[in-house]
């Protein structure tokens, strides 16, 4: 049976906040305690609370102040690397939402711009429109231009490729008067089909 998902906020109610605090500290401490052996890292766990007088210790206080004093030998830049202050946080997270408003500002101006030129190929004409709109409206056309144009190309070179492919071959006698540069042999049809591509 799955538990119930708690919703992380202040619980009022002391007893329950009490009996909350000291299941998810024991629950605490023993993620620490299987963190060091696993990884192979210096772990150490120190909790103070209005419901115990002392503070809580994982592993033993010795080992406490040694963790503690290791990080706090490291070099000032080790230390700092990864340190956010709130002012600094606050703006990655605005800077952040403002890229992801842009993005969506982005594909919905697409979708007006195509719900627009669906209107104006169903009759709608271009008259009060403003000036934004139709040269948006006229890049959007411009781009499906030219992805159909591609298109036609890359299937124009896909039927000569094949029409090549299908081309028996017949052994040339070398001695044999060709006629013209590509010889008799070449079928006219694959010809006139190649400059209709063309």
């Given at each position: 049976?799955?538990?119930?998902?708690?919703?992380l906020q202040w619980v009022e109610d002391n007893a329950a906040c009490k009996a909350m605090y000291k299941k998810r500290v024991k629950g605490l401490m023993k993620k620490v305690r299987e963190l060091s052996p696993l990884c192979g890292v210096d772990a150490c766990l120190i909790t103070y609370s209005q419901y115990q007088p002392e503070p809580e210790v994982w592993s033993s206080p010795t080992e406490v102040e040694q963790v503690v004093a290791s990080f706090r030998n490291l070099p000032k830049n080790d230390l700092i690397k990864k340190v956010l202050s709130q002012e600094i946080f606050i703006w990655q997270r605005i800077l952040k939402a403002g890229v992801e408003a842009m993005?969506?500002?982005?594909?919905n101006r697409k979708k007006e711009i195509e719900n627009l030129r669906t209107q104006?190929?169903?009759g709608r004409l271009l008259e009060?429109?403003?000036?934004?709109?139709?040269l948006d409206l006229k890049w959007a056309?411009?781009?499906?231009l030219e992805g159909v144009n591609k298109?036609?190309?890359?299937?124009r070179l896909d039927v000569a490729v094949d029409a090549l492919n299908n081309q028996p071959l017949t052994e040339q006698n070398p001695n044999e008067n060709l006629g013209n540069e590509l010889g008799d042999d070449v079928d006219s049809d694959f010809w006139s089909n190649?400059?209709?591509?063309?």
């Open positions: 049976m799955s538990r119930k998902r708690v919703k993005k969506q500002l982005m594909k104006c190929l169903g009060g429109l403003e000036s934004k709109d139709v056309i411009d781009n499906q298109r036609i190309e890359n299937l190649l400059l209709k591509l063309s």
